[in-house]
């Protein structure tokens, strides 16, 4: 047996990774393995100036940085079992830093384009009212689509304007909801809500035709659904108008503390991610309008 197969057993009965998993760290290794061959090097026997320059290649050879890292971290578990078994003293990648990725910005729409999702749907109809509510409410208060579906009727207090949501670790958070939105829900629970039901109880705020609580799935196929009808042909993803929500808070000047409250980030670092997206807008304003731009 290869001394990549005894690792690759190793972390099987430590771990019990999956094949997909174990099969991607012999890619790995396999890898190196056949590059360090070309240059007389065992496996075993590789050090940090090895890894940087097989590394360093992977990269200018296209590998991405989120691959690489990959790579690293396969690399650091190989070496770490060598130096469990006692087959080296040393861990080469000990002192090597894992590759540094930009975030991608989350991919927002302009205030005109919400407005246009938000008149998407035919408010003549009841599903087209219940679905306005959604949406309206949904950019109003910057929920995950999954916390709108899973609102229940006692979570919205329209006298006093909240919500109160039970986010991700089910934690709890009061989001303030405004008069548009309060507006919306006020015209679905007065009628649509009661003949969705058709006499049938429920505790979800939002319903369907079969008199539950409309899933997340069926709620996204409308979105993009009312999205063609608006002519909005950017990416939509079940966040985009929670980093609407966000982007638009703080490009009128939001704290950016008051909005990972409203969002329900525990880590500042998260909602800062907005701050970026803002910059990238004035970016692009500055250069579509400004003459030396």
Known sequence: M????????????????????LAAYRRDLC????????RGVALGDAVAADLLSYMARQYRNGRALRSNARLLSSLRRFFRYLVREGRRADDPTANIEAPKMDRPLPHSLSEA???SLLQAPDTDTTLGLRDRAMLELLYATGLRVSELVELSVDRINLS?????????????????????ALIWVRRYLDGPRVALLRGAASDRLFVSRKAAGITRQAFWYRVRQYAGHAGIRSHLSPHTLRHAFATHLVNHGADLRVVQMLLGH????????????????????????????
């Open 2 to 21: 290869t001394l990549i197969e005894r690792f690759a057993d190793s972390l099987w009965m430590e771990s019990g990774l999956s094949e997909n998993t």
């Open 31 to 38: 890898g190196l393995a056949v590059w360090l061959g070309t």
């Open 113 to 115: 384009e919400v407005e």
């Open 160 to 180: 006093q304007g909240v919500v109160r949501v039970i986010g991700k670790g089910n934690k709890e958070r009061l989001v303030p909801v405004g008069d548009e």
């Open 266 to 293: 525990s880590d500042l670092s998260t909602t800062q991610i907005y701050t970026h997206v803002a910059r990238e807008r004035l970016k692009r304003l500055h250069q579509a309008h400004h003459p030396r731009g």
